[in-house]
């Protein structure tokens, strides 16, 4: 299984991922599921992956062979994001097509793409791409995408991001959606990478890959748990605790 998610802010956005590929009990890899492309100054790219690998590993693949070979649809010669999308969408439904043509067992070859970037002076966008080939933007009330396993991690999403929200605390809040998930889910885990990309730059300069043992996510880890617990301990209580306490403050006062 999979956990991607994209957080698309006014300033910029927030890309995390695992790394965690399970084919089966006996059959679990480590493979990147976000892959990126700078051309600084012009243009930058990177795209989420979730679902079979033979299929993202083979879109990966076409899309750097299309640059290599200058094809006439390429990342660098698309105009705009969503030529970019309609391009990797097409690729996309074409891999799964070629897959199913010659597999005769009864496998899903699809996958799910999120797609993150900016062209020139066209604002930034994030969208996810569907096995079918269509896609869509993020909501303006919830302005975040999610592919693979994504229960875990929406709690937290939902409460907290929105577009105001800076670059840091959107990355802070994509790593505690992303430990909640690593921690209900064996087959999501580290490595976890995270991609933070300032609006109009046009270059990369923010990219973390974290192991097991990294500090800094652990310490993230240790802090979301401390406040949970503190959170918990500070709800409203219930009337009869009040009253106990009420009555037992009384009788300590008494008695001394």
């Known amino acids: 299984m999979t956990y991607c998610l994209a957080i ?23 493979y990147s599921k976000m892959h990126t492309w700078a051309w600084p100054g012009n243009r930058v790219m990177a795209l989420l992956s979730a679902g079979n690998l033979a299929t993202t590993q083979l ?10 070979n200058g094809a006439v649809s390429n990342l660098l010669s698309v105009r705009n994001m969503h030529e970019a999308v309609d391009y990797i969408a097409t690729v996309s439904t074409s891999v799964q097509n070629i897959h199913m ?27 996810m791409i569907y096995p079918q080939g269509n896609y869509i933007h993020e909501s303006n009330e919830h302005p975040f995408l999610q592919i693979g396993e994504i229960k875990y991690g929406k709690p937290i ?45 046009l270059r990369f300069t923010h990219q ?12 993230i880890s240790e802090a979301w748990n401390q406040g949970l617990v503190l959170a918990l301990q500070n709800l409203p209580k219930f009337n009869w605790e009040t009253s106990a306490e009420t009555a037992a403050t009384k009788n300590s006062i008494q008695s001394s």
């Open 208 to 219: 973390l890959c974290m192991g097991e043992e990294d500090p800094f996510a652990r310490k």
């Open 101 to 127: 043509v010659r597999e005769s067992g009864n496998v899903n070859f699809e996958a799910t793409f999120i797609l993150a970037g900016q062209i020139g002076t066209d604002p930034h966008e994030t969208l």
């Open 59 to 68: 879109v990966i693949k076409r899309l750097e062979a299309d640059l290599n």
């Open 157 to 201: 999403l939902d409460r907290v991001i929105n577009r105001r929200l800076s670059l840091e605390v959107a990355a802070r809040c994509a790593l505690v959606s992303m430990n909640s998930t690593v921690r209900s889910n064996l087959t999501v885990a580290p490595p976890i990478e995270l991609l933070i990309y300032d609006k109009d730059s």
């Open 8 to 30: 698309n802010t006014e300033t910029g956005f927030v890309l995390c991922s695992d790394s965690r590929t399970n084919a089966g009990f006996d059959n679990i890899s480590t």
